[in-house]
């Protein structure tokens, strides 16, 4: 069990998010298809939460191969503060723990 905390600090450096934001000056880069919708059903499965900013990444309908997005992966609380940090709402703000959106 230790191991396993160590191993998680080393490679989250203590951190329990990641995201890749897009704004109007840069662009999304990590495509949905072979990027994104992957990490985000490991992620999902294992407890977490992925968010394209409105909406789980794994609700989100593929329509080319080459569709990017952008995405947060992490715990409720630090998507709940993605989401409203961006538009000021979350989706995830009445989810109970451990159940999913």
């Known amino acids: 069990m230790v191991l396993n905390q160590e191993i998680m600090i080393y490679y989250c450096e203590g951190k329990g998010i990641f995201t890749n934001v897009t704004s109007p000056t ?27 900013g409105y909406k789980s990444v794994l609700d989100k309908t593929i329509v080319n191969l080459d569709d990017r997005t ?3 992966y992490g715990s409720k609380n630090e998507i709940i503060r993605f989401e409203e940090t961006l538009y000021g709402i979350s989706r995830l703000k009445n989810v109970p723990i451990g159940a999913t959106a």
Do not use: H, W, Y
Not at 34 to 44: D, H, K, N, S, T
């Open 26 to 52: 840069a662009k999304a880069k990590l495509r949905l298809l072979f990027e994104v919708a992957p990490l985000g059903l490991l992620v999902e499965n294992a407890g977490g939460f992925s968010s394209d």
């Open 70 to 72: 952008q995405v947060a």
